[in-house]
């Protein structure tokens, strides 16, 4: 079983950058996959990006291709999303979520999650 506890969120003006953390606490954190989700009010929760557990894959939704980037230090217990080029559509709360496995975009398949992390872009 493993505990996350994202930080980070904060409110940002347009076309800045923010960086997200996401700290593990359990046992072989190493041996699970990591994703990012993202919530806004009145919507459903969308996938942002995941990683493989050495954290030499990773995956991006159309969405944030090419503006966020997410990585990984084992040792440290931690994930991180670095967003760059920030629009007002990028307000979300983000989760970071586990699992053991496949890499998956479906929410339903991570059954661990922090509690999240606001993020607004606003002017």
Known sequence: QVQ????????VQPGGS???SCAASG???NTYVVAWFRQAPGKEREFVASITPPGTLTTYSDSVQGRFTTSRDNAKNM???QMNSL?????SIYYCAARIGIRMREASGYPYWGQG???T???
Do not use: H, I, M, N
């Not at 996350?4 to 409110?11: N, P, T």
């Not at 629009?87 to 307000?91: I, L, M, S």
């Open 87 to 91: 629009t007002p559509e990028d307000t």
């Open 18 to 20: 923010l960086r997200l």
């Open 27 to 29: 046992r072989l954190f």
């Open 4 to 11: 996350l506890v994202e930080s980070g969120g904060a409110l």
């Open 121 to 123: 872009v606003s002017s």
């Open 79 to 81: 994930v991180y999303l």
């Open 117 to 119: 992390t606001q993020v």
